[in-house]
């Protein structure tokens, strides 16, 4: 019933704030004798890893990760893994004037509306800074699912500028501080966000996320759908205000004609489909083919304009946030959205083997 | 772990087949001493039920709802509601071309790649049908949450026609057969709507959700956000395939400052907010401001044109859907998306009062 | 979070109150092609049904189940079953004294205090009629685990007479109508049962679930250890005060040379144990060996003997049974707790494969 | 899914092994504004530690807790607990032999035949090293039910000698090593083990917890009873055989008229009952009078008397357990069991106010 966990088979459940000593996660169900190393979730860990480019958070954060229980020897043994980071940079002084006033799109007010307290320093629980745990989490469950399928993201939007989808380039994705997969885009948000962070202003962006190689099958109806799951594992993420799955918000626009995934045989028994505008998911199971899902990141109100608020006596006020900041916290998103696609598939690969028996 | 149940301390399970005797729901978690009786039931799957115009399904049900158990006297005592609806109008023989042939966009390929059977009349568990019984849920849940919160819905969205937001009333939504509350684009979708039903095609559409007068504070940090629940609640819905909530995807191209909901001192201790593009939810905690869900439902590929596709055995054959079609299924998707909207409010509500303990 | 489901992978949820007109549940998680009839459900019920003898409850009852969902010529489809029985006998003039009182040893004062309402009719939902569902899902798991798993159960004490244990047949535990199985046993309880029926009053009993063919490793340590889950199971059961697993309460006077079950190598790599204290649970795990559980079963305070007790205002006052006994009600817990079993080995059965992935 | 968690409002997940580095769990649900320290916690710890008699294992564990997040200036914030206690004295060489052999009576075999892979350095998982966890979370618990509910427990028997039941005095449970309320008892049982120590064997025993002040009508029938909740949570504990509630296996030589729990008028709406054979738990539901549980602590097979056995290839051998011996683990099952109890009293405490919304 409480909040901190995620998932069912595959289940992991996240602890600690943003100025704590240390967060974590404990991730259970995970099958044994994989092998697992702390190297392994390192990687990850580093693709998110805040203050490597001028257009995320300046906070050093090392996120070094420990693996404190559940492997032995280089091995899951099947019982619970804890996943520990110590925080590093807190710098507490930064947060001082939040102690008091609601920072205007935060969850400032609503977490004292909810349990009449808060950890002021740096956001607390509902900081940015827990999403370090959702991608351990996620490099455990890409373990979990093996080298079968992979699970990628980018992002393909920020402010008011798309990229080319036919210019789509996987590799050109390593290569910008943007994991943007088109080369002119990369360059046109350079731009655009070294205007935005002089300025100490913000934009929003838009991530995708594609998992390639999931069996057709996954998914548990009708109220654990595969693309409901996925749907409440991105709005979960940090300033997410929308998902979408395939043709998404543009299905409204279609024909019923345009719209179906029509279908071919293929050379084995699974078929062939001409289109996917249900990006992979029909009836709230996979089809076989990429699930492509896509999630909107609003900007960050943490700006040097000074915005009107309410202080905790419920005085009126302004906010100014001096300091670090985070031109486009979309950019953070990407590799969040890929550990949290990974761990809805590792979820629902282990439920469906309960279920039905075969090895997908 | 099975995925025929929602929420957690309101919690529903549905089960059965379009085309079985009866469907139903099992309702546990209600609190005790509410005044229940079916016709509060009834009322609400009156406005979903098929076949009240010709724009929707043409199948003939009165969905007469019976409550089986969890009522005594007129009251809720505490334990399991079992709501019951027969089905009537089961029409078998139009649905003998489709167990064989995978309906594109539709989930025949799918449950048949999970579990290897599928009950294929009408959809069997895949229906719409089955959202009736979130209706039927929805009914409960409503009074659960009380008369002091309001859920409504309205189709904003046809194709590729939108309302006039600034013509927006909720009593013009009770009075045209697509729950539109402008006026104009009503008569508009009807003269598109009336080619679209004559061709046997279909068209998708777009669906908002507001509920007015929930309290600050509900939800469940950080996996249980009350927006993470919402996109779950509504992208389990048959057809969706987008959620979005307050600015949703229009975030992206905002900057920090047009997106921060500003805050003034309120009359209460509450503050008064400047705007809503948060739609209510900040931190996944209701902040005291309308909660706007808007969800994208798709075209149905049920339409009068042949469509290529592939048969059980993998060969190639193309599939036509003759007799009762539906021009646009995100109609219905009105009345389900209140319930689920609904749903998902009674549950966090009692979920916070085990928590906190005030009475919201 | 509510009470009434049982189960994670192999999931039931029951409904429904002695004196309503139904009684059912919604059995989700089976897995698909399972062939499943509604004889194969009513085979069991059949052995639980009250009125068989004059040594349980004259209510009478066919318990006539129907497969309501989740079976598609003749195969489970992996969606949820609804199974439902109609209350026939509801006879609620026999009742009537008890909507003012409390009777001791009932649940009437509890679900008062806790709901403030209660269906008074027959003990509510707190009935042992209730068990029948789960004599109906026990069924289904039959299925699901296999004829590979015998789960057997037998009475082996009524009041303070026991059987010899020397003297076990289990094909005599069908012979006589107190699935005793000690022939000589049976006889001294006939006797005893006789004086105490013509007295209107009652003794308790105690009552041995055998599953045989459990291969090892079944468990989820530790919160869900297999043994927990048992005694959970069969603790919910109406009447029941004890559970106990092998030798149970006797270890506390074993010193651990006797208690433990020392191992020699067998034919395959499993071990030979050389005896079974652990009533084939080690570390929440299963060993292979039988698993043994035993349960305590309270009798009756439903007697002709007047008792001192108090009505909802609070005012003292007697009362007393009328009308039909049971003189026993530890008898119809046999098939109950073979019920339980049978669910528990289901639902780690699905679960230990999700996490595993062999099929145990 | 997983089973390392417990609780459903009030829910705590623990982890770590007998020989990792650190043992912890994460407690989640936990009211906000709760005044909580560390001493609050270690208070608890001190009582379970290890090494603080000669009857308990040797192992010197000063079991020093951090509370590593959810505290924000001393008070609870509703978000999750990280409760960490570093393992000091691991010792590991005196563990080699059981890499290879399966230990009699422990999870050796049973962990080996589930995951294919155990971590044998002192048990690993299955360790009682992963009580000082429940105990952790138990004293979480204690403060979120608070001081109107007192959780006391005792020790009743060792090996076939129990206590005198008149002889009964709470202060005497804290002045002697075995919690014995018996003083005559304590010293009988003193000869007993120190017989029992020397000779490197070991002796069971039975624990009883008793819950004073508990409201009526906590519990969550039929599947989550109060008493299916603390049957659970006992048999969980290591090496537990058998839980009973109330007279427990005695009812069954009882007659109804015996153990009818008669009422009288008590001074406010509550009735007083004239005796307790329920434990305080009818049906499912508590009674408001002493909540009584007791269990069965099998002894431990670690004894210098050699065993025979097989080892990870299957082969016969022998094992014999030199070094630290524990001649009565279920000595420290009382703060455990106690930990249990109050565990199972917050969760049920919560879920109450969620469904009914009173404060119990």
């Not at 710098?91 to 002021?120: C, L, Q, V």
């Not at 991608?135 to 890409?142: C, F, H, N």
């Not at 009708?222 to 709005?235: F, P, S």
Request: charged share 25%.
């Amino acid at each position: 019933m409480p909040g901190n966990s995620f998932g069912h088979a595959f289940r992991f459940t996240t602890w600690g704030e943003s100025h704590g000593p240390e967060i974590g996660c404990v991730v259970d169900g995970v099958p044994p004798s994989i092998v697992l190393s702390e190297a392994d979730i390192q990687f990850w860990l580093d693709r998110r890893r805040p203050g490597q480019s001028k257009f995320t958070t300046q906070r050093r954060e090392p996120d070094t990760v420990r693996i404190v229980s559940g492997v032995f020897e280089g091995l899951t043994t099947g019982t619970p893994l804890s996943l520990v980071i110590e925080n590093k940079d807190q710098r507490a002084r930064d947060y001082s004037e939040i102690a008091d006033k609601f920072r205007p799109s935060h969850a400032d007010y609503t977490y004292t509306a909810k349990y009449g307290i808060r950890d002021y320093r740096g956001g607390g629980r509902a900081s940015a800074r827990e999403t370090a745990m959702r991608v351990a989490a996620g490099a455990v469950a890409r373990k979990v699912i093996g080298d079968g399928i992979s699970v990628r993201g980018a992002l393909v939007q920020i402010g008011d500028h798309s990229i080319d989808r036919s210019a789509w380039d996987w590799d050109e994705v390593e290569r910008n501080p943007f994991w943007c997969p088109d080369v002119k885009a990369a360059e046109k948000w350079e731009e655009m966000l070294e205007t935005v962070r002089k300025d100490g202003l913000s934009l929003g962006a838009v991530v995708e996320i594609v998992a390639t190689g999931v069996p057709a099958g996954l998914g548990e109806p009708v109220y654990d759908k595969l693309d409901g799951d996925l749907a409440r594992a991105m709005m979960t993420i940090n300033a997410v205000k929308g998902v979408e799955i395939g043709a998404g918000f543009g299905v409204a626009a279609m024909t019923g004609a345009q719209n179906a995934d029509e279908m071919r045989a293929g050379r084995d028994k699974n078929p062939v489909f001409l289109s996917n505008n249900a990006g992979g998911v029909l009836g709230g199971l996979s089809t076989g083919q990429d699930i492509i899902v896509r999630f909107a990141v609003k900007p960050t109100s943490s700006i040097l304009k000074p915005l009107r608020t309410v202080d905790i006596k419920g005085e009126e006020t302004e906010i100014i946030t001096k300091g670090r900041h985070d031109p486009c916290v979309g950019i953070r998103g990407v590799p969040v959205g890929e550990a949290m696609m990974a761990c809805v598939i590792a979820d629902h690969t282990l439920r469906h083997r309960g279920q039905i028996g075969l090895s997908l």
